[in-house]
C-alpha cells in the first residue's frame, strides 16, 4: 500500500511510520503536515489510504475528510487518528465516512496491520458493488433503450412504427412551416405479397420486408421519414419538397422495390409495388388523414394494373412520366447522345492530394436523370447492357481530356462484361492512354449467384494492365467468395459504413477487419463517403489510404 499521513507532530509519524512498515503492508509513505499540504499531495498522487490527525492546525479533520472526498470520491480510504478522543467524535467521523477512528497512545503494529486490512476488504467490497451497480445501471439504459424503440419502430423492419410516424409528423410540419414549402406522403404497398407469404412461407416474407426496408431509406434524405404502417404497407414523409420533387422519389422508390431479388429454395421471388401520392394539408394532419387521402391514390394504382403510382389531384390521376422517361433513354441510345458523365475525385487521405477520379453516369435531364433510377428501368425494359455500354464509352471518352497520370475510376455491371466479347471492351480504352491507369468497377451487389462465371473475363482484364475494383463492399450482403475469385487491386468501403465512423465503434469494428481481409489478398482501401473532417481523421488513424466524398465537394 501507498500510504499518505497527515499530521502536525513529527513524533507520531514516526512512531506512525515504524508501525506501519513493521504490518510488511506497506511499500511506500508520504508525509505532510498541515491540511493544506496533505491535500496538494492527495491531488497530485494516488494513495490507497490516508491517515488524517483530526487536529490540525489549519482545518479540522471533518473539513478535510470532506474535501479530500471531493477529490479522490467517496471509495478513497481514510483513518482518522487523535491524540485524545471524545465519546462524540468517533461516531461523527465515521457517519462522515472515515473507515476506522484510532487514538495514537493505543496504536501498535498489531492494530495498525488489522485495521489496515479490515480498511482495504471493505474498500474491495465498495468497489465491486459499485462495479455491480454500474452494470445495472447499464443494464437498465439499454432496457428503457429498448423500450422506446419497441414504443416507436418496428420491430421487423426497425423502421418507424405509427406511433413514431406520428411524432415525425409533428416535427415535419413545424419544418415545413418555417421554409413554406410542400409535405407530401407516399403510400405504398408491396404486389402480391401474400402471395409470396403463401407460396414461400413468412420467413421469406419477413426477408422481403427488411430488404424493402433497406431500399426505401436508401431512397429517401435524412429529413424525410418512413415507416411500416400495416402488414406490407410503408408511409414516406417527404419534407421540406415540391410535389413534382415527391413524384420523382415515388418513382425512385417503385423502381428501388424491384431491384429486390430474394432467393428461396432456388426461386427468384421478384418484387413490385404500387404507390399513392398525395398533398398534405399542414394546417390540420394527422396520421389517419394521411394514409386515408393517400389510400384512395394506392387503389388506383392497383386497379390499373400494379407496379405503378397513382396522385391525387382534384381527381387520382395515374402518373405518366415515368413512359416519358422511357421514351428519352430509349432516344439517348439511339442517337448516342443524353448520357452525360461527371467525375469525383480519389485523395490520398493524409496528403489530400488528388490521386485520381471515377467517372459516373447522369441520364437524360428529368426524373431518370440519377443513375440509380436510369439503370433500374433499363432493367425493367432489359436493355440494361446497353444503356451500360454507352455508358462506359461516355466515361472512356470522358478520361480522354484528363491528366494520363491519374487514375481513372469507371463502373460496369457484371452482366455487361459477360454480354460484351473481352477485346471489343478493351478497344474502346484509348490506345495513347496507359491501361494501367484504368480501373474498373464492378458493384458486388450487383453480382447474382456464383461469382466463379466473372473469373475468366476478369482475367483478362487483369492480364491487360487494369485495375479491378470491387465497390460497395460492407452494403450488407457481402461475399467472401467475390473477393476471393475475382482478387480485386482495390476494394471500396460502401458509404454506410464510412459516415459516422468517428462515433460508431461498430463500424470501426467492421471496417478494422475488411482491413485485414484487404491486407491478406493484398488490395488497397478505398473509403467512399467521407462527409466530415472528423471522420476523415478517423480514417486516417486506421492508416486507411483513400477515400472520396462530399467532404471535397459534389461530383463535377
Request: aromatic share 6%; glycine share 6%; proline share 3%.
Amino acid at each position: 500500500m501507498k500510504i499518505l499521513i497527515i499530521d502536525d507532530d513529527k513524533v507520531a509519524r514516526t512512531s506512525l511510520k515504524r508501525d506501519l512498515r513493521n504490518t510488511k503492508l506497506v511499500s511506500e509513505i508520504v508525509e505532510a503536515e498541515t491540511a493544506f499540504a496533505g491535500i496538494e499531495r492527495f491531488k497530485q498522487e494516488s494513495f490507497d489510504c490516508v491517515l488524517l490527525d483530526y487536529n490540525l492546525p489549519d482545518k479540522e479533520g471533518a473539513e478535510v475528510l470532506q474535501e479530500l472526498f471531493s477529490i479522490g470520491g467517496e471509495l478513497i480510504t481514510v483513518i482518522t487518528i487523535t491524540g485524545t478522543a471524545s465519546e462524540t467524535l468517533p461516531e461523527k467521523m465515521l457517519e462522515a465516512g472515515a473507515a476506522d477512528f484510532l487514538v495514537k497512545n493505543e496504536i501498535n503494529t498489531q492494530i495498525l496491520e488489522r485495521t489496515l486490512r479490515f480498511a482495504l476488504k471493505r474498500k474491495q467490497f465498495q468497489e465491486k458493488s459499485e462495479e455491480k451497480l454500474r452494470e445495472l445501471t447499464k443494464q437498465l439504459e439499454i432496457s428503457n433503450k429498448s423500450l422506446e424503440e419497441l414504443a416507436y419502430h418496428d420491430p421487423l423492419t426497425k423502421l418507424l412504427n405509427r406511433r413514431g410516424m406520428e411524432e415525425a409528423l409533428g416535427r415535419a410540419v413545424n419544418h415545413v412551416t418555417r421554409s413554406n414549402q410542400e409535405l407530401v406522403v407516399i403510400l405504398m404497398d408491396l404486389d402480391n405479397f401474400k402471395h409470396i407469404n403463401d407460396r414461400f412461407g413468412h420467413t421469406s416474407g419477413d426477408v422481403v420486408l427488411k430488404e424493402t426496408a433497406i431500399v426505401l431509406e436508401a431512397s429517401l434524405r435524412p429529413i424525410d421519414y418512413v415507416a411500416r404502417i400495416g402488414g406490407d404497407e410503408f408511409l414516406l414523409l417527404i419534407t421540406v419538397t415540391t410535389f413534382e420533387e415527391a413524384i420523382k422519389v415515388a418513382e425512385r422508390v417503385r423502381t428501388a422495390t424491384k431491384s429486390i431479388k430474394v432467393e428461396s429454395q432456388s426461386n427468384v421471388i421478384e418484387i413490385t409495388s404500387s404507390v399513392g401520392v398525395s398533398r398534405v394539408d399542414i394546417e390540420t394532419p394527422t396520421l389517419n388523414d394521411l394514409i386515408s387521402k393517400s389510400q384512395h391514390a394506392l387503389h388506383q394504382s392497383k386497379a390499373s394494373g400494379k407496379d405503378t403510382i397513382t396522385y391525387t389531384g382534384d381527381e387520382p390521376v395515374l402518373y405518366q412520366t415515368r413512359v416519358d422517361g422511357e421514351k428519352s433513354i430509349t432516344e439517348a441510345i439511339r442517337n448516342g447522345k443524353g448520357f452525360t458523365v461527371v467525375k469525383q475525385a480519389i485523395y490520398s487521405l493524409s496528403t489530400e492530394h488528388i490521386s485520381g477520379y471515377e467517372f459516373l453516369s447522369r441520364g437524360p435531364k428529368g426524373i431518370f436523370e440519377n443513375p440509380d433510377d436510369f439503370f433500374r428501368i433499363s432493367q425493367e425494359k432489359n436493355i440494361l447492357s446497353l444503356v451500360d455500354h454507352q455508358c462506359f464509352r461516355a466515361c472512356v471518352d470522358a478520361c480522354k481530356k484528363m491528366d494520363g497520370n491519374l487514375a481513372f475510376h469507371i463502373n460496369i455491371f457484371p452482366s455487361t462484361i459477360l454480354d460484351l466479347s473481352m477485346p471489343n471492351l478493351l478497344e474502346l480504352l484509348p490506345e495513347e492512354t496507359v491501361k494501367e491507369a484504368f480501373c474498373i468497377e464492378i458493384s458486388e451487389q450487383q453480382i447474382i449467384g456464383d461469382p466463379a462465371y466473372l473469373k475468366e473475363r476478369i482475367k483478362v482484364l487483369r492480364d491487360s494492365g487494369i485495375k479491378i475494383a470491387l465497390d460497395d463492399l460492407g452494403f450488407g450482403r457481402s461475399c467472401l467468395e467475390s473477393l476471393l475469385f475475382l482478387e480485386p487491386h482495390i476494394i471500396k468501403i460502401d458509404k454506410k459504413r464510412i459516415f459516422g465512423i468517428s462515433d460508431d465503434a461498430e463500424k470501426r469494428n467492421m471496417l478494422q477487419k475488411l482491413i485485414k481481409i484487404a491486407e491478406a489478398i493484398e488490395a488497397k482501401v478505398i473509403a467512399e463517403g467521407i462527409e466530415n473532417r472528423k471522420d476523415l481523421q478517423t480514417l486516417i488513424d486506421m492508416k486507411i489510404e483513400y477515400g472520396q466524398g462530399f467532404l471535397w465537394g459534389e461530383p463535377a
